[in-house]
């Protein structure tokens, strides 16, 4: 079992910025690729970024690319989202998942073993 519990979700105005934090315990950290995911409110689940287990090799949504960056700190149990630049479309709730199983490049919803209970994201003027 993976407990993941997501922190710095926020209102926020379009150009600002935000870091979202996801605190991991329970099984190794490094066993398990991470991702950000994001879902807006009539609209499925997608992936924002995805990380690696210990490589360090990253995805991310088309999107936001050139804006949010992902990382992890294996020794801390930690994976970030730092979004810059965002704008109202960003808004949604943001969710941490684990996989054990996927790659960053292969993440999609149906891989995550374990979520975490998701933070809201408002970008609006």
């Known amino acids: 079992q993976v407990q993941l519990v997501e922190s710095g979700g926020g209102l926020v105005q379009p150009g600002a910025s935000l870091r979202l934090s996801c605190a991991a315990s329970g099984r190794t950290f490094s066993d398990y690729a991470m991702g950000w995911f994001r879902q807006a409110p009539g609209q499925e689940r997608e992936l924002v970024a995805s990380?690696?287990?210990?490589?360090?090799?990253?995805y991310y949504l088309d999107s936001i690319k050139g804006r949010f960056t992902v990382s992890r700190d294996n020794t801390k149990n930690t994976v970030d989202l730092q979004m810059n630049s965002l704008k109202p479309e960003d808004t949604a709730v943001y969710y941490c998942?684990?996989?054990?199983?996927?790659?960053?490049?292969?993440?999609?919803?149906?891989?995550?073993?374990?979520w975490g209970q998701g933070t809201q994201v408002t970008v609006s003027s």
């Open positions: 990380i690696n287990r210990r490589d360090g090799d990253t």
């Open positions: 998942a684990a996989s054990r199983r996927a790659t960053a490049a292969t993440m999609r919803v149906r891989d995550a073993d374990f």
